[in-house]
Nanobody, 115 residues
Framework: VQLVESGGGLVQPGGSLKLSCAASGFTFTVYAMNWYRQAPGKGRELVAR????????YYAASLKGRFTISRDNAKNTVSLQMNSLKPEDTAVYYCYTNIGSRDYWGQGTQVTVSS
């Protein structure tokens, strides 16, 4: 199982970024996919989740309306569109899935929101 994130970077407050996670090594369509984030000095928190078929999504309450999770099962990718970014969104963003009670994490991609 391999999860590889991309798309992070430096963005000004109010800006947008789209993160992507390329998945391999498992039957992608079967499993829910998640985005987590970890800000400096804080614990890792769930940002968003999408079911295997993509029919159901979940968002952290504080982020709903600004972030959108989606997946392309033909390309084995899951994305996170982030709009109206705030300095408090600064964090390392991780792609995550659980398969057979095992946790799989990507290496993370840094998002920095600053003027």
């Amino acid at each position: 199982v391999q999860l590889v994130e991309s798309g992070g970077g430096l963005v000004q407050p109010g800006g947008s970024l789209k993160l992507s996670c390329a998945a391999s090594g498992f039957t992608f369509t079967v499993y829910a996919m998640n985005w987590y984030r970890q800000a400096p000095g804080k614990g890792r928190e769930l940002v968003a989740r999408i079911t295997g078929a993509g029919g159901s999504t979940y968002y952290a309450a504080s982020l709903k309306g600004r972030f959108t999770i989606s997946r392309d099962n033909a390309k084995n990718t899951v994305s996170l569109q982030m709009n109206s970014l705030k300095p408090e969104d600064t964090a390392v963003y991780y792609c995550y899935t659980n398969i057979g009670s095992r946790d799989y994490w990507g290496q993370g991609t840094q998002v920095t929101v600053s003027s």
